[in-house]
Protein backbone atom coordinates (compact mmCIF):
# COMPACT_ATOMS: atom_id res chain seq x y z
CA UNK A 1 0.00 0.00 0.00
CA UNK A 2 1.90 2.77 -1.74
CA UNK A 3 2.03 6.84 0.20
CA UNK A 4 -1.24 9.05 -0.83
CA UNK A 5 -1.42 12.27 0.18
CA UNK A 6 -5.37 12.49 0.82
CA UNK A 7 -7.32 15.41 -0.66
CA UNK A 8 -8.73 18.08 2.13
CA UNK A 9 -12.57 16.12 0.93
CA UNK A 10 -11.43 12.53 1.58
CA UNK A 11 -9.35 14.29 4.99
CA UNK A 12 -12.40 15.74 6.25
CA UNK A 13 -14.47 12.65 5.52
CA UNK A 14 -11.91 10.32 7.47
CA UNK A 15 -11.75 12.80 10.40
CA UNK A 16 -15.74 12.65 10.75
CA UNK A 17 -15.77 9.04 10.46
CA UNK A 18 -13.04 8.69 12.95
CA UNK A 19 -15.36 10.48 15.61
CA UNK A 20 -18.39 8.54 14.68
CA UNK A 21 -16.33 4.92 15.12
CA UNK A 22 -14.75 6.01 17.63
CA UNK A 23 -17.09 6.66 20.42
CA UNK A 24 -19.07 2.85 18.68
CA UNK A 25 -16.00 0.88 18.80
CA UNK A 26 -16.39 -0.15 22.04
CA UNK A 27 -19.49 -1.14 21.64
CA UNK A 28 -18.95 -2.68 18.51
CA UNK A 29 -15.97 -4.79 19.93
CA UNK A 30 -18.60 -6.49 22.74
CA UNK A 31 -21.09 -7.09 20.35
CA UNK A 32 -18.58 -9.13 17.94
CA UNK A 33 -17.97 -11.81 20.22
CA UNK A 34 -16.35 -13.34 17.38
CA UNK A 35 -12.89 -11.76 16.15
CA UNK A 36 -13.92 -13.02 13.01
CA UNK A 37 -16.58 -10.95 11.91
CA UNK A 38 -14.79 -7.31 13.45
CA UNK A 39 -12.91 -6.79 9.77
CA UNK A 40 -15.77 -7.34 7.46
CA UNK A 41 -18.10 -5.04 9.97
CA UNK A 42 -15.66 -2.53 9.75
CA UNK A 43 -15.17 -2.62 6.28
CA UNK A 44 -18.71 -2.72 5.75
CA UNK A 45 -19.65 0.72 7.87
CA UNK A 46 -16.51 2.20 5.82
CA UNK A 47 -17.69 1.61 2.61
CA UNK A 48 -21.22 3.13 2.90
CA UNK A 49 -19.34 6.03 4.51
CA UNK A 50 -16.89 6.50 1.48
CA UNK A 51 -19.37 5.66 -1.32
CA UNK A 52 -17.33 2.82 -2.25
CA UNK A 53 -18.94 0.02 -4.33
CA UNK A 54 -20.61 -2.41 -2.11
CA UNK A 55 -18.13 -5.35 -0.55
CA UNK A 56 -15.16 -3.81 -2.21
CA UNK A 57 -13.51 -3.02 1.00
CA UNK A 58 -14.10 -6.48 2.33
CA UNK A 59 -12.82 -7.85 -0.75
CA UNK A 60 -9.43 -6.00 -0.13
CA UNK A 61 -9.11 -6.67 3.07
CA UNK A 62 -9.72 -10.37 2.63
CA UNK A 63 -6.67 -9.88 0.12
CA UNK A 64 -4.64 -8.09 2.59
CA UNK A 65 -4.96 -10.39 5.79
CA UNK A 66 -6.93 -12.86 4.49
CA UNK A 67 -6.57 -16.15 7.29
CA UNK A 68 -9.16 -19.06 6.88
CA UNK A 69 -11.69 -19.25 9.93
CA UNK A 70 -11.09 -23.26 11.19
CA UNK A 71 -14.48 -23.78 12.10
CA UNK A 72 -16.55 -22.02 8.72
CA UNK A 73 -13.81 -22.88 6.81
CA UNK A 74 -14.51 -19.33 5.53
CA UNK A 75 -11.54 -16.87 4.20
CA UNK A 76 -11.68 -13.38 6.66
CA UNK A 77 -9.47 -10.51 6.82
CA UNK A 78 -7.82 -10.66 10.50
CA UNK A 79 -7.50 -7.00 12.18
CA UNK A 80 -4.02 -8.50 14.06
CA UNK A 81 -2.01 -9.28 11.24
CA UNK A 82 1.24 -7.65 10.82
CA UNK A 83 3.73 -8.31 7.73
CA UNK A 84 6.93 -7.12 8.07
CA UNK A 85 10.13 -8.86 6.32
CA UNK A 86 8.22 -10.86 4.12
CA UNK A 87 6.63 -12.51 6.67
CA UNK A 88 3.10 -12.30 7.44
CA UNK A 89 2.01 -12.84 11.19
CA UNK A 90 -1.35 -13.72 12.83
CA UNK A 91 -1.55 -12.55 16.10
CA UNK A 92 -3.74 -13.51 18.89
CA UNK A 93 -5.05 -10.23 20.03
CA UNK A 94 -4.41 -6.88 19.71
CA UNK A 95 -2.20 -6.81 22.01
CA UNK A 96 0.52 -9.21 20.95
CA UNK A 97 -0.30 -7.18 17.20
CA UNK A 98 0.70 -4.11 18.86
CA UNK A 99 3.77 -6.04 20.93
CA UNK A 100 5.31 -7.12 17.95
CA UNK A 101 5.34 -3.97 15.74
CA UNK A 102 7.45 -2.90 18.91
CA UNK A 103 9.62 -5.52 19.15
CA UNK A 104 10.47 -5.32 14.87
CA UNK A 105 10.52 -0.93 15.27
CA UNK A 106 13.13 -1.56 18.38
CA UNK A 107 14.79 -3.96 15.93
CA UNK A 108 15.32 -1.32 13.03
CA UNK A 109 12.31 -2.50 11.05
CA UNK A 110 10.60 0.52 9.44
CA UNK A 111 8.15 -1.22 6.72
CA UNK A 112 5.13 -2.60 8.48
CA UNK A 113 1.90 -3.28 7.49
CA UNK A 114 -0.60 -3.66 9.97
CA UNK A 115 -4.71 -4.36 10.49
CA UNK A 116 -7.27 -5.57 8.51
CA UNK A 117 -6.33 -3.50 5.62
CA UNK A 118 -2.81 -4.27 5.96
CA UNK A 119 -1.91 -0.33 6.29
CA UNK A 120 1.67 0.55 5.95
CA UNK A 121 3.15 2.70 8.82
CA UNK A 122 6.11 3.83 6.38
CA UNK A 123 4.40 4.80 4.04
CA UNK A 124 1.34 6.09 5.78
CA UNK A 125 3.56 7.72 8.63
CA UNK A 126 0.26 10.57 9.16
CA UNK A 127 -2.70 7.60 9.35
CA UNK A 128 -1.82 6.63 12.77
CA UNK A 129 -1.69 8.71 16.17
CA UNK A 130 -0.21 5.52 17.98
CA UNK A 131 -0.80 1.25 17.35
CA UNK A 132 -3.42 1.37 19.19
CA UNK A 133 -5.59 3.50 16.85
CA UNK A 134 -3.77 2.09 14.40
CA UNK A 135 -4.75 -1.98 14.95
CA UNK A 136 -9.05 -0.31 15.83
CA UNK A 137 -10.89 -2.46 12.75
CA UNK A 138 -12.82 1.02 12.34
CA UNK A 139 -10.08 3.13 12.19
CA UNK A 140 -8.18 1.06 10.19
CA UNK A 141 -10.96 0.53 7.38
CA UNK A 142 -12.08 4.03 7.64
CA UNK A 143 -8.41 5.20 6.45
CA UNK A 144 -8.14 2.54 3.70
CA UNK A 145 -11.72 3.80 2.51
CA UNK A 146 -10.27 7.20 2.25
CA UNK A 147 -7.28 6.14 0.57
CA UNK A 148 -9.07 4.52 -1.56
CA UNK A 149 -11.54 7.14 -2.58
CA UNK A 150 -8.57 9.26 -3.20
CA UNK A 151 -6.94 6.78 -5.55
CA UNK A 152 -10.35 6.38 -7.57
CA UNK A 153 -10.44 10.50 -7.83
CA UNK A 154 -6.94 10.20 -9.47
CA UNK A 155 -7.66 7.27 -11.53
CA UNK A 156 -10.56 7.81 -12.51
CA UNK A 157 -11.05 4.33 -12.48
CA UNK A 158 -11.98 1.62 -9.62
CA UNK A 159 -10.26 -1.28 -11.45
CA UNK A 160 -7.14 1.21 -11.52
CA UNK A 161 -7.56 2.33 -7.93
CA UNK A 162 -7.68 -0.98 -6.64
CA UNK A 163 -4.45 -2.01 -8.46
CA UNK A 164 -2.66 1.02 -7.21
CA UNK A 165 -3.93 0.46 -3.48
CA UNK A 166 -1.16 -2.05 -3.91
CA UNK A 167 1.03 -0.40 -6.58
CA UNK A 168 2.25 1.61 -9.04
CA UNK A 169 3.84 -0.86 -10.96
CA UNK A 170 1.60 -2.48 -14.06
CA UNK A 171 2.67 -6.29 -13.24
CA UNK A 172 2.38 -6.15 -9.71
CA UNK A 173 -0.87 -3.64 -9.53
CA UNK A 174 -2.21 -6.36 -12.03
CA UNK A 175 -1.83 -9.55 -10.36
CA UNK A 176 -3.10 -7.93 -6.85
CA UNK A 177 -6.38 -6.49 -9.14
CA UNK A 178 -7.04 -10.17 -10.03
CA UNK A 179 -6.85 -11.56 -6.29
CA UNK A 180 -9.06 -8.59 -5.37
CA UNK A 181 -11.18 -9.29 -7.99
CA UNK A 182 -11.65 -12.79 -7.22
CA UNK A 183 -12.06 -12.38 -3.78
CA UNK A 184 -14.91 -9.75 -4.83
CA UNK A 185 -16.66 -12.42 -6.33
CA UNK A 186 -16.81 -14.78 -3.83
CA UNK A 187 -17.80 -11.37 -1.28
CA UNK A 188 -20.96 -11.17 -3.61
CA UNK A 189 -21.78 -15.00 -3.66
CA UNK A 190 -21.43 -14.86 0.03
CA UNK A 191 -23.71 -11.71 0.27
CA UNK A 192 -26.54 -13.41 -2.17
CA UNK A 193 -26.67 -16.56 -0.24
CA UNK A 194 -27.05 -14.89 3.10
CA UNK A 195 -30.30 -12.92 1.55
CA UNK A 196 -31.53 -15.73 0.26
CA UNK A 197 -31.04 -17.93 3.47
CA UNK A 198 -32.77 -14.73 5.62
CA UNK A 199 -35.44 -14.80 2.98
CA UNK A 200 -35.89 -18.63 3.18
CA UNK A 201 -36.36 -18.12 7.12
CA UNK A 202 -38.66 -15.11 6.46
CA UNK A 203 -40.81 -16.97 4.50
CA UNK A 204 -40.88 -20.25 6.98
CA UNK A 205 -41.37 -17.93 10.16
CA UNK A 206 -44.37 -16.15 8.64
CA UNK A 207 -45.63 -19.44 7.74
CA UNK A 208 -45.26 -20.77 11.10
CA UNK A 209 -47.66 -18.05 12.25
CA UNK A 210 -50.26 -18.50 9.97
Known sequence: MRAFNLTAAAAL????IALATASGTARATE???NTWTLCRASATAAEQAYDLPP????AIGRTESGRRNPETR????????VMAEGKGRFLPSKKAAIETVEALRARGVRNIDVGCMQVNLHHHPEAFEDLETAFDPARNTAYAAAFLAGLR?????????VGHYHSRTILRANGYRAKVFK?????????????????????????AKG
Open 183 to 207: AWRAERHRANRERRAALKAAREAAR
Open 74 to 81: EILAWPWT
Open 55 to 58: LLLS
Open 13 to 16: ALAL
Open 153 to 161: EEARSWTRA
Open 31 to 33: AFE
